[in-house]
């Protein structure tokens, strides 16, 4: 029997609710299985209980989700990835959450998920069944419900972010076009900047960079777009 | 709080708007349904064995003869009627199995043009052959174009089974197998059809396993 995972569900549904109560719309991406994501759309467009708000939703499909989100999600949209917690495409599209300027939610089964993703896990551990992965987001709607009924509770200022070169002001950006030149079209939090690459040298389209006051001054890792 | 679901979560009333007062509620709370869905789900299979045994030896019957899987619901149950083909194909012996609740053209088309009681059943029409089975997936057990589809597949010569909450309510009497889930709560019944439907579909593909060839 998989334990209830109460408290990750508590923090997520918060989490969720102010995204929510901020304007954001649900991306749900469930790659093997794609049935959960329009399951979780249809629970918050059409609630179960009479005189809940609807609340914007989409089902991404299997193929073709980072894409979509890159082009259609706006700053501050929330992307919950329904699987296991070694899928390459959905730590692909968290890693480059940031720069897109929305926040992760990982409903994970099977496999735990990394840590340090920068993602809002929920792990369901390695034996959840389909009717677990079904009860922990029908949990996720009901509790992000109880959250909208505690205004209170929904307003927070945007924490920022920090560099991790220098712990200063620093955002994680993706790179738009493959470029040799001194200067790239860069998109973070969701916004096009240019930015000089001097310090980090030549660019694949996709490849994550760590931008500091309009200068990318490094590159991460294995963040080159498939 | 407001009235809606206070009756869900009578503990909150007097909860300030603290965050981690907050968060404790729901998480106790979120534990206890969790428990109530693991405890529902084990008793409705247990409860239900006999009824899923008979139900896979009349599909895996057919399925041996070439009969073909057809299964369609409504909104969430759009879902698990997905889910349930998905899982068609993924047993150790695969049984085919066609969503009817895919294919928004198709959907859209019908409920534009005839109306949203022949979503289903102008499919079955156009699919169904004596020999096949429909699935059909009913959390209220009365959606009438669910109902309608049912009647449709049974005139057709197709074996008919719901996977319904509420105790089976109107559809019922419109199937050959109804496997009921006894429940008032749309989630808890939806997490518990879930489990039926996974069980179903290993049972069916270990009996064709069995047979062999």
């Known amino acids: 029997m998989t334990a209830a995972p109460g408290d990750a569900l508590a923090s997520a549904a918060l989490r969720l609710a102010r995204r929510f109560h901020a304007g954001a719309t649900l991306w749900c991406w469930s790659p093997v299985w794609p049935s959960h994501a329009e399951h979780i759309a249809v629970e918050f467009i059409h609630p179960v209980i009479v005189g809940k708000p609807a609340l914007p939703a989409v089902a991404l499909p299997a193929n073709d989700a980072a894409a979509r989100l890159r082009r259609s999600a706006r700053t501050g949209d929330v992307f919950l990835a329904i699987g296991s917690g070694t899928d390459a495409g959905t730590a692909d599209i968290i890693a480059r959450a940031p720069a897109w300027g929305i926040e992760p939610i990982w409903l994970a089964h099977g496999n735990e998920p990394p840590g340090g993703t920068g993602a809002c896990v929920v792990w369901l551990g390695p034996d959840a069944e389909a009717a677990d992965v079904v009860c922990a987001y029908h949990l996720l709607w009901e509790l992000t419900h109880v959250c909208f009924e505690h205004p209170g509770v929904l307003e927070v200022a945007d924490q920022g972010s920090v560099c991790p070169a220098c712990s200063d002001a620093g955002d994680l950006g993706e790179v738009q076009k493959a470029t040799d030149g001194a200067n790239a079209n860069v998109i973070v939090a969701g916004r096009r900047q240019r930015v000089d690459l001097t310090l980090v040298g030549p660019c694949e389209a996709g490849e994550l960079v760590m931008v500091h006051a309009g200068v990318a001054i490094t590159k991460l890792a294995g963040a080159a777009r498939g | ?213």
């Open chain 2, 1 to 213: 709080m407001a009235e809606a679901t206070g009756f869900l979560y009578p503990f909150l009333d007097a909860a300030p708007d603290d965050p981690a007062a907050l968060l404790g509620d729901l998480s106790r709370s979120a534990v206890e349904k969790w428990e109530v869905s693991v405890a529902l789900r084990r008793t409705t299979v247990e409860d239900l064995e006999g009824d899923l045994a008979a139900t896979a030896d009349a599909m895996a019957t057919l399925v041996a003869a070439g009969g073909r899987v057809l299964a369609f619901g409504n909104g969430g149950s759009a879902a698990d009627a997905e889910a349930f083909v998905q899982s068609c194909a993924s047993g150790p012996e695969p049984v085919p199995a066609v969503s009817l609740a895919a294919d928004p053209a198709v959907l859209t088309a019908l409920a534009n043009d005839i109306g949203v009681d022949a979503i289903f059943a102008r499919q079955i029409a156009a699919h169904g052959r004596s020999g096949d089975v429909a699935v059909a997936f009913s959390t209220s057990g009365g959606s009438s174009n669910v109902i309608a589809a049912l009647d449709q597949a049974r005139s057709a010569g197709l074996l008919t089974i719901g996977i319904v909450g509420y105790g089976g309510g109107a559809l019922r009497t419109h199937v050959h197998h109804c496997l009921a889930v006894h429940s008032d709560s749309v989630h808890r019944i939806q997490e518990a059809q879930t489990a039926v439907a996974s069980t179903l579909v290993g049972a069916v593909s270990r009996r064709l396993e069995e047979r062999g060839p």
